[in-house]
């Protein structure tokens, strides 16, 4: 090419989560049944959506056209004004209908947040690291995610002593990132970790951004605490969405809420920057903003979503019993989400680990993958091998969520308890080989 086309941050865009997909689906070819422990879709996963959720979108489309049109730029006006009031008298602030945007699905929100911040100002964010916001952040920045470690011995809490470090030595970082409840490691922050943010924010002069699409599941719902209850003064970013909640990940239907934008006229502008560029796209999705408040209003929403913590809680404590003696891991119990982050030991890190695959054809493709991944990527390698013995598709932490940790992740979405077992077992007899 006559230029180089390439993005320069392009070398940071990570997605192991699909990644590993394409190597299931040859394996499955060969006639080895695959089960999906990679991916957080609970629809996916065989999770019912309720019937009066069902109900409530099938009426949207065919009372009338409205939900086929383009909505406001920033997202449909009555939808805003509901969330504006009620999430106004959750976190104790003023979040006016203005300052919340709809986008295509958090991701999109999440991409939209990096891309238009200026490429020297950077995002402290957690390590291991949900993805999306990994990669799209570095890609901003045209190198690696500066992180912050989570605390395995520590409940996967943040360390604040990094943090502050990380801070203090690193004038180009402009904010701090936080995924509350945490993805992949279910920790739920309490809220003197959350007044750490806070504080340090406060002190560097730096905008907090929360992940919180998780919001409304934490097992206990009263151990969670929204950053905009505590970032008063502070200019904050308050991301959620439906996917996880009703859930409903193919609806694309997540939105941004902004607080605090005139506590600094930088962040002022460059909030207009994020509603300029959607508006250069016109608007997200309109049927799931439309039938939003009714969902979420609804008299039987608060059971739904306490039947779901219940059972995802009830899961943590199946992994726990099986997984929880075996020498070779580590596993902490989540809090809250639906995902189990599986640590190695640092014994079983320093052992060589073969397993082979479950028939020839299987153990070609392995092969083919493992002469790809390089001899120290420990988790990458044991994912692989696990995927071709065993069908079971996990995630590696080190590259699939930006971890100096080895081990992988698995979700709390199987919904038949025999095959949970069987998983969880065949995970066990894997490692104590
Ligand atoms: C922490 C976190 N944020 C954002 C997303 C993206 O959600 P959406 O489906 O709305 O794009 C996910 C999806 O897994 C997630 O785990």
């Not at 945007?101 to 390590?127: C, E, H, Q």
């Not at 206990?220 to 959620?240: D, H, Q, W, Y």
């Not at 607080?259 to 799931?288: G, H, Q, W």
């Not at 599986?342 to 299987?362: H, R």
């Amino acid at each position: 090419m006559r230029v180089s086309i390439v993005h320069p941050g392009a070398g940071e865009l990570k997605y192991e989560i699909r990644g590993i997909v394409e190597f299931a689906k040859k394996l499955e070819k060969t006639g080895l049944p695959i089960v999906w422990e990679n991916i957080g879709d609970p629809v996916a996963k065989g999770e019912e959506v309720p019937l009066w959720v069902r109900e409530m979108v099938s009426k949207e489309t065919l009372d009338s056209s409205e939900s086929y049109g383009y909505s406001a730029t920033k997202g449909v006006d009555e939808t805003r004004e509901y969330l504006s009031a009620i999430r106004t008298k959750e976190v104790g602030q003023e979040l006016k209908p203005e300052n919340i945007i709809f986008f295509n699905g958090l991701g999109d929100a999440i991409t939209k947040t990096y891309t238009w911040l200026n490429p020297i100002a950077r995002v402290l964010g957690p390590s291991p690291a949900y993805p999306t916001h990994s990669s799209v952040e570095g890609a901003h920045g045209r190198s690696r995610h500066l992180t912050y470690d989570l605390d395995s011995d520590n409940g996967w809490l943040p360390d604040m002593e990094d943090i502050r470090n990380k801070v203090t030595y690193n004038p180009q970082i402009a904010a701090l990132l936080i995924i509350n409840p945490d993805n992949p490691t279910g920790a739920v922050y309490p809220k003197e970790i959350l007044e750490e943010f806070v504080s340090i924010a406060l002190e560097f002069d730096l905008f907090l951004i929360a992940d919180e699409i998780y919001a409304n599941l934490a097992f206990e719902k009263e151990a969670f605490c929204s950053l905009a209850e505590l970032s008063n003064g502070i200019p904050t970013i308050v991301m959620r969405g439906l996917s996880k909640e009703v859930p409903w990940p193919g609806s694309r239907c997540g939105w941004l809420e902004f607080y605090n934008i005139d506590a600094d006229p930088d962040f002022r502008a460059y909030v207009k920057s994020i509603e300029e560029a959607k508006m250069t796209e016109v608007c997200s999705t309109t049927l799931p903003q439309t039938v939003l408040p009714k969902i979420l209003g609804d008299s039987r929403y608060p059971d739904h979503l306490e039947r779901r913590r219940k059972l995802y809680a009830e899961r943590a404590e199946t992994v726990q019993k099986i997984l929880g003696n075996c020498a070779a891991l580590r596993v902490v119990k989540p809090k809250g989400a639906f995902y189990q982050t599986v640590a190695f030991s640092e014994d079983f890190v320093k052992q060589p680990f073969v397993l082979p695959a479950a028939n020839p054809e299987a153990q070609h493709l392995l092969d083919t993958e493992l002469a790809a991944i390089e001899p120290g990527n420990f988790d990458k390698r044991f994912c692989y091998m696990l995927l071709a013995a065993t069908g079971i598709c996990t995630v590696p932490l080190t590259s699939g969520f930006n971890s100096h940790i080895p081990g992988f992740r698995i979700t709390l979405l199987e919904n038949n308890p025999q095959i949970f077992e069987k998983t969880l077992n065949s995970i066990v007899s894997v490692v104590t080989r």
